[in-house]
């Protein structure tokens, strides 16, 4: 097969596994926004730069095989999110691993005291998400949040 076959095979894999993705994101969001509201407090909206942090965070925490707040620079979720360029006040991380899907990595999140204080951060305005799997098949998951300072009418989902 020729190198420009393996691209076209490559872009059409991206384009299917694409809305899978925004799904996860999308699917978690509402969950977030569902527990945030019953609580009074406003809704969050995805931003794609938190997003990249979390992914970033979670082939990180794959590459060294185990799950961690820290990253393999010793970086913490604030430099993080500095580095792709969220102009934050306020940040939390969630991470989790194996969980297969999202109502489970949620419920488990819920269910943590640590974990859902961080979900419910009033000053809280964006979220991002990442699921990855290593090479060897162990699956991380990591929640960013964000605070701009900035107050939104975000809908639910």
Known sequence: MSLCHLLVAFLALIAVLQPVLA?????????????????????????????????RHSIDQGRMRKMSHKGSNGSEVGQRITAVGFPWKEVAENVAHTYPDIPKVMQAWVKSPGHYANIMKRYMTHMGYARETNPQGMLFHTQVFGGDGKKYNNPMC
């Open 23 to 55: 799904d996860d994101k999308r699917d978690l969001l509402c969950l977030v926004n569902k527990e945030r509201a019953q609580r009074g407090l406003p809704c969050l909206a995805i931003d794609p730069r938190l997003n990249e942090a979390a992914r």
